[in-house]
């Protein structure tokens, strides 16, 4: 079965921290996204990657930084957490093959910023 | 800029009675358009796609949708709608012909479906 794979569900952190959200999928998939979830706004894209270490912006991309060193892993950063980032992330993955274009997403990770 | 609206925050229907849940599309050109569904605590699992070709499209667990063109909707539909079917479900698109490779969401639409 493939997987997209999230390595925390939760997570509490202290603000001013600096926080890494780890994700593997083991489709091969050439895309990888960050979205964050919030009641009543839907799924907002942070960053998203089209290969390695190619990153683009997404809608919001401030306070966040991106790391995807293999193919296979796209890290998320909060270079220091403040509580308007506690949300729900989920990560996702899709192929590039015509035809597909749809996504593959993690379980999510719901982070609290005390 | 491509986005999407899911005007009804949540839609109640009861067991066994037809349902459909709301979406309408901006973006340049021609779309792709997706439905995702997900349950409590979980991520979004796959439902169904619209890419090309027949503007009825059949996915999992019975759902269906229609691309309308003229009207940029896509609009999701069951028959006869089940307890489980309860969830919160989300629209998305992206452009085929331009920009980013990244879908954009609607806020979503809880369905609850009353026994």
């Known amino acids: 079965d493939v997987k997209v794979t999230q390595s925390s569900r939760y997570l509490v952190k202290r603000t001013g921290e600096k926080v890494f959200l780890e994700c593997v999928q083991d489709?091969?998939?050439?895309?990888m996204f960050w979205y964050r979830q919030d009641p009543g706004l839907g799924l907002r894209l942070i960053y998203f990657s089209y290969d390695v270490k190619m990153k683009e912006k997404g809608d919001i991309p401030e306070g966040y930084s991106v790391s995807r060193e293999k193919k296979e892993r796209f890290s998320l950063i909060l270079e220091s957490a403040s509580t308007n980032q506690t949300s729900m992330y989920l990560c996702a993955s899709s192929s590039t093959g015509v035809g597909n274009y749809g996504y593959t997403f993690g379980s999510g990770t719901r982070l609290t910023v005390v | 800029a491509q986005s999407v609206a899911q005007p009804e925050d949540q839609v109640n229907v009861a067991e066994g009675n037809p349902l459909t849940v709301k979406c309408t599309y901006s973006?340049?050109?021609?779309?792709?358009l997706f439905w995702y569904v997900q349950y409590p605590n979980r991520g979004l699992q796959f439902l169904l796609k619209y890419i090309t070709g027949d503007n009825l499209v059949k996915g999992s667990y019975g759902f269906e949708a229609e691309f309308n063109k003229s009207q940029t909707s896509f609009h999701l539909k069951k028959p006869s709608a089940l307890v489980s079917d309860s969830a919160l479900y989300f629209c998305a698109v992206r452009a085929r012909d331009t920009g980013r490779r990244a879908l954009t969401f609607g806020s979503g639409t809880r369905l609850q479906v009353q026994p």
């Open positions: 973006v340049s050109g021609n779309p792709y």
């Open positions: 489709m091969d998939h050439e895309n």
